[in-house]
């Protein structure tokens, strides 16, 4: 019997946008040594992510998987938020409304 997800990738990222419908933008970070240097060096990758529900939100740690093609660009589906932004005691902040500035008509 086969495994659900043998020869899929499982990866932990940070949601970096949601302003799309049904999908995230997920940063998933690794670190790689350098050739010439010989020093660790902290890369950065985006993906593009499916997220049906839209549970996720910008600062939520996710776990992803890799799956068939969705689009052109989406190959990964939400599995789950392994660590929530709220929950972690940080509120979403929203834009602040400009201040009116009275100058007595002159």
């Not at 799956?67 to 929950?87: D, M, Y």
């Amino acid at each position: 019997m086969l495994a659900v997800n043998e020869g899929r990738k499982v990866l932990v990222g940070r949601v970096v946008g949601d302003k799309m419908q049904k999908t995230i933008v997920v940063a998933v970070q690794y670190l790689r040594r350098d050739r010439l240097y010989q020093r660790m060096v902290v890369h950065t990758k985006k993906f593009m992510v499916h997220d049906e529900l839209g549970t996720a939100v910008v600062g939520d740690m996710v776990r992803i998987r890799e799956s068939r093609p969705i689009s052109k660009r989406k190959h990964f589906v939400l599995v789950g938020v392994t660590e929530s932004i709220v929950a972690r005691g940080h509120s979403v902040k929203l834009p602040s409304t400009p201040a009116v500035v009275a100058d007595g008509g002159a």
